[in-house]
């Protein structure tokens, strides 16, 4: 079935630093793929999604690129900021009864410090 | 736009009392979720309903029931609650028509059972 591998955390960044966070897939054909946010108390936000092979989404200034050969979905922002302190989710949907569902991978809890 | 509304916000049981949250989309959504987080584990999918009339069984179900009201209202209940199912539980709902389509997510309901 689909599922999702995502890089763990914490992972502690100092303002305007480089971030990455690794998501790494495996799935029946080429479904859409997504990253959602979550501020702290609140739900997850969808951030961007990519739809098919080398789609790139973009979002708040972060970025993905949808990488069929390597199956991977990696988040990239060049320069974050405080504000940018939350859990990050991968997620691709699978098909069930009559509707999509996701799976997520555990989430990567990022802290900017400034 | 209210998007999706969960109540309560925050509840307090003894092992063994029920009850029943509350989830509501303005979205005109067919398809409404469940799921439950906790440290570590991601979200997990407790029960979800395609459309008006069904519900589905998800990953985790045992110890909930589910009712889809009307195409708005999707409820949650804890029949006997035990200090297994302390989690925060969010709902969400989405088109059910495409993979392409994301999920929208309430601020979830934080529930601790003593």
């Known amino acids: 079935g689909n599922s999702v591998t995502q890089m763990e955390g914490p992972v502690t960044l100092s303002e305007e630093a480089f971030l990455t966070i690794n998501c790494t897939y495996t799935?029946?054909?080429?479904?859409?793929l997504f990253w959602y946010v979550q501020y702290p108390g609140e739900g997850l936000q969808l951030l961007l999604k990519?739809?098919?092979?080398?789609d790139k989404g973009s979002n708040k200034g972060f970025e993905a690129t949808y990488r069929k050969e390597t199956t991977s979905f990696h988040l990239e922002k060049g320069s974050v900021q405080v504000s940018d302190s939350a859990v990050y989710f991968c997620a691709l949907p699978y098909s069930g009864a009559g509707s999509y569902q996701l799976t997520f991978g555990k989430g990567t809890k990022l802290s900017v410090i400034p | 736009n209210a998007g999706v509304t969960q109540t309560p916000k925050f509840q307090v049981l003894k092992t063994g009392q029920s009850m029943t949250l509350q989830c509501a989309q303005d979205?005109?959504?067919?398809?409404m979720y469940w799921y439950r987080q906790d440290p570590g584990m991601g979200l997990r999918l407790i029960y979800y309903?395609?459309?008006?009339?069904?519900?589905d069984k998800g990953e985790v179900p045992n110890g909930y029931n589910v009712s889809r009201l009307n195409k708005r209202e999707f409820s949650l209940r804890l029949e006997s609650a035990a200090p297994s199912q302390t989690s925060v539980y969010f709902c969400?709902?989405?088109?059910?028509?495409?993979?392409?389509?994301?999920?929208?997510f309430g601020d979830g309901t934080r529930l601790s059972i003593l």
């Open positions: 309903s395609a459309s008006e009339g069904t519900t």
């Open positions: 969400a709902s989405s088109r059910s028509d495409s993979y392409n389509q994301p999920q929208h």
């Open positions: 979205m005109n959504h067919n398809s």
């Open positions: 799935a029946t054909g080429y479904p859409s």
């Open positions: 990519a739809t098919k092979a080398d």
